[in-house]
């Protein structure tokens, strides 16, 4: 399954590197494809982990640093912690803890964003650089905005537990990261209200991801 979320990555990497419209309509119906069959198929109940695990997501260029923050936020909103952790292996990563179930949603629906985040600024005229950097940062907060009253709202009644599994998830990046520094994205452009109305549109249940209220 990861190999196939970091093969759609690639093709979105692909589709935002090319100037040529047809492969670039190509690039994306690829990678639609491949998120439509997530969609379809039935995905196999995630390993119960008695701690925590990690896995780091590569974003790749163009615009690896937006990719980067989107794939942070979307897994911050399902109950993972991300870290930032500069580039390697050809793009930006993020180290992402959680446990397995909230590592699977993570990934999948961050995959699932990616697509249609690129799908959404490739349907609208493109004044410049500053304009496409503002446009995919308004779509990530909002983006961010609604998955956390979802997630909010589906686990109310389990605080205790969540906060227990929010502790345990700490120490395992704590292990890792002893040290953290904490940083907050400059906005300048005129694309972030587009952004967010795209944000707003977005589809949060793509790939039959819905909130869970029961904890894996």
Not at 1 to 22: I, P, Q
Not at 110 to 120: D, H, V
Not at 140 to 167: F, N
Request: proline share 4%.
């Amino acid at each position: 399954m990861r190999r196939t979320l970091d093969r759609v990555r690639k093709l979105l990497a692909k589709a935002e590197g090319t100037d040529n419209e047809h492969e670039r309509a190509t690039f994306m119906a690829a990678a639609a494809a491949l998120m439509a069959k997530y969609g379809i198929e039935s995905l196999e109940p995630a390993e119960t982990r008695s701690r925590p695990g990690n896995r780091v997501v590569t974003l790749p260029d163009p615009w690896a640093r937006e990719k980067a923050r989107l794939v942070s936020l979307v897994a911050q909103a399902v109950r993972c912690r991300p870290l930032l952790i500069g580039r390697g292996d050809g793009g930006q990563r993020v180290h992402v803890f959680g446990f397995g179930g909230d590592l699977e949603r993570a990934d999948l629906l961050a995959t699932s964003l990616l697509l249609q985040m690129a799908t959404g600024l490739g349907r609208v005229p493109v004044p410049g650089v500053a304009y496409r950097r503002s446009w995919m940062l308004g779509f990530t907060d909002e983006v961010y905005r609604l998955l956390s009253a979802e997630e909010s709202s589906a686990g109310r009644g389990m605080e205790l537990v969540l906060a227990d599994r929010t502790r345990e998830v700490d120490q395992a990046v704590a292990e890792h990261y002893p040290k953290i520094r904490r940083s907050v994205p400059r906005t300048s452009g005129t694309g972030y209200r587009d952004g967010v109305e795209a944000g707003r549109r977005a589809d949060l249940n793509r790939a039959g991801l819905t909130a869970k209220k029961e904890l894996t």
